[in-house]
C-alpha cells in the first residue's frame, strides 16, 4: 500500500511518500514552505492589481500580504471561494477594501493567481528530479480548519464541533473524514474539490499531529499520557488512557508560559479544565469527558515543544519514522491504515 500524506502549516509543507512494504524511516519526505507563504511572496512580488481565484485556503501570511497590497492602493478582486481564505464572512472581507467576483468571471487586464493548499502537479516535479514517481493507492490531507457557522466565534464554533465528536472517548484516528466533509469546515472543502477525483481522506492538522504523537514506539508501552503539539500558532493537547482521548485543551502558543502549560495539563488530566478558563484567557477553549488521573508523561511534538523543557513535567520528545517534522504525515498514514484496517 503506498500512502501520499501532506500535512499543510503555516510555516511549512510536510510530505511523506509511504510504502507500507518499507519501514516508515525509508519514506519519501519533503519540508517544503507551506502554500500561504509561497502566495505570500507572490503577492508581495506583484506591483499592481491582483486577481485571486482557487480555493478556500490557510490565511495568515496571504492576509497580510492581501491587507498589505491594499493598504498600497491596489485593487484586489477575489473570487468566493478564494475570499474566505480571509474570513469566512464574506461581508467583513468586501469591509476591508476587496472586491469579491463570481466564480468563472474573467479579468484579463489583472494578474490572475491560484490559491490551493495541495498542488500535486509541483510535489511530482519535485519528486521527478531525484527519479521518484508520484504513484501512490491513497492520499490524506491535514490542514487547520475552525469551521464557520453566522453569529458563532470561531473559536467557540471550533470546540463546539469537538465537543460533539467527543462524546464519548475516542482515538484521535476518528477524527479522519474520508471523501465527505461537513459543509462547515470551508477549507476541508477546499481541498476536496482540488483532489476531485483521488477520494482523499482530511483531517484537521492538530489531531493528524496527536495521531502521530501516537506512532512514536514509546506510546505502545504506556497507557495513560498527554499528548502534546505545540506548534507555531496553536498548541494542542489530548489526554490519553487505554489508546483513547478523553480531553483537549487548545491555546495560541504565543500566550503560553511554561507555568500556565504545566497547570493547564495537570488540570486536563484531573478532568477540571474548563472551556471557559481557557477561551477567556484568549485560547480556543477546551472540553474533558473524564479524568485520567496521573499520568506517565507528555508526549511532545511540535516546532515550540522546548517550551516544555522549564516545566516540571516529565516530557517523551515524539519522532515517528525517527522525523518529528513527519508527525502530521504519520498520523495521516495511521487513520488511513487504521480505517483500512492494516494497522
Known sequence: MKILAIDVGTGTQDIMLYDSYEPMENAVKLVLPSPTRIMENKIRKHHHDIFLTGETVGGGPVNRAIKTHLEKGYRVLMTENSARTVRDDLERVRSLGVEIVPAGEKHPEIAELELKDVDLRAVGNSLSNFDVELDFDYVG???????????????????????????????????????????????????????????????????????????????????????????????????????????????????????????????????????????????????????????????????????????????????????????????????????????
Open 141 to 343: 490531507v491535514a490542514v487547520q480548519d475552525h469551521g464557520y457557522q453566522e453569529g458563532t466565534g470561531d473559536r467557540n464554533f471550533r470546540f463546539q464541533k469537538i465537543k460533539e465528536k467527543l462524546d464519548i472517548p475516542r482515538t484521535p484516528e476518528e477524527f479522519a473524514y474520508y471523501g465527505e466533509v461537513p459543509e462547515y469546515f470551508t477549507r476541508m472543502q477546499g481541498v476536496l474539490r482540488t483532489l476531485k477525483g483521488y477520494d482523499p481522506m482530511v483531517m484537521d492538522s492538530k489531531f493528524a499531529s496527536i495521531c502521530g504523537a501516537t506512532v512514536d514506539p514509546l506510546v505502545a508501552e504506556i497507557d495513560t499520557y498527554v499528548a502534546m503539539d505545540v506548534g507555531n500558532g496553536h498548541t494542542l493537547a489530548a489526554a490519553f488512557m487505554d489508546g483513547k482521548i478523553h480531553g483537549v485543551f487548545e491555546h495560541h502558543t504565543g500566550l503560553l508560559t511554561p507555568q500556565k502549560i504545566e497547570k493547564l495539563v495537570n488540570r486536563l488530566s484531573e478532568g477540571i479544565i474548563t472551556h471557559e478558563e481557557v477561551h477567556g484567557d484568549g485560547g480556543h477553549g477546551a472540553w474533558t469527558i473524564d479524568a485520567i488521573g496521573a499520568f506517565e508523561c507528555v508526549v511532545a511534538t511540535g516546532p515550540k515543544r522546548a517550551i516544555l523543557a522549564d516545566t516540571n513535567l516529565k516530557v517523551h520528545n515524539a519522532a515517528p519514522g525517527g522525523d518529528v517534522m513527519m508527525t502530521g504525515p504519520a498520523g495521516l498514514i495511521k487513520a488511513i491504515m487504521t480505517g483500512k484496517g492494516v494497522y
